[in-house]
């Protein structure tokens, strides 16, 4: 990772806020963990300074750029948060608490409420909590586009990658470009630091 690596000191409650959180992330995940990017930047980096700005991104960046589920972020975030307290073993524990925290409500909910919905599904209520969450989760994403494009926080240096959001959504939108070409495409824009 290209984030330089920052030296923490984490307390039990320390380790027990960061589960917590998570914990009440999971409920929010409204769309998959990743809707709630912006949250876990504001805790993690704005708030707390366990991560900085670039060991955020990379974490999401790299996470999104491999093969296995959305959610393989949220264990390099708790990996980045160990190694910043010091050592492997606090690296593996915050993998451990960031995946049980954003996984163990949200599972636990949705199976009850895929079981509830699947028994209810004709009802005009489960049709209309269906289509009324679409546009939560898509503010939702575009949250999360915001933060990730605000990197230096400053428009004069973060404008590439606005304009690279924008045309990769137009291109999404109006064509049938596969995702994984344009992956690519950012990430060869990245690797000559054109964004």
């Known amino acids: 990772m290209s984030g330089a690596p920052i030296h923490i000191v984490l307390s039990l409650a320390d380790w027990c806020?960061?589960?917590?959180?998570?914990?009440?992330l999971s409920l929010l995940s409204v769309g998959g963990a990743i809707s709630t990017t912006t949250?876990?930047?504001?805790y993690l980096v704005l708030e707390q300074g366990w991560l900085t700005q670039?060991?955020?991104?990379?974490?999401?960046?790299?996470?999104?750029?491999?093969?296995?589920?959305?959610?393989l972020f949220v264990a390099l975030m708790g990996w980045n948060?160990?190694?910043?307290?010091g050592s492997y073993v606090a690296a593996f524990a915050g993998v451990v608490v960031t995946m049980c925290g954003i996984l163990i409500p949200s599972t636990c909910l949705t199976y009850m409420a895929a079981r509830w919905a699947r028994l209810h599904r004709d009802k005009l209520g489960v049709?209309?909590?269906?289509?009324?969450m679409a546009p939560v989760?898509?503010?939702?994403?575009?949250?999360?586009?915001?933060?990730?494009?605000?990197a230096h926080r400053d428009f004069a240096l973060d404008w590439p990658l606005w304009l690279l959001s924008m045309v990769a959504g137009v291109l999404i939108w109006r064509t049938r470009?596969?995702?994984?070409?344009?992956?690519?495409?950012?990430?060869?824009?990245?690797?000559?630091?054109?964004?």
């Open 17 to 24: 806020s960061l589960f917590g959180h998570y914990l009440l």
């Open 39 to 42: 949250e876990m930047h504001r």
């Open 54 to 71: 670039s060991q955020f991104n990379d974490s999401v960046a790299i996470a999104q750029a491999s093969p296995g589920p959305n959610v």
């Open 81 to 85: 948060v160990g190694l910043n307290a």
């Open 127 to 132: 049709r209309a909590f269906k289509q009324g």
């Open 137 to 150: 989760v898509v503010g939702l994403m575009v949250s999360v586009g915001i933060t990730l494009g605000s």
């Open 177 to 195: 470009i596969h995702l994984l070409w344009l992956l690519a495409a950012g990430a060869i824009l990245g690797w000559f630091q054109l964004v």
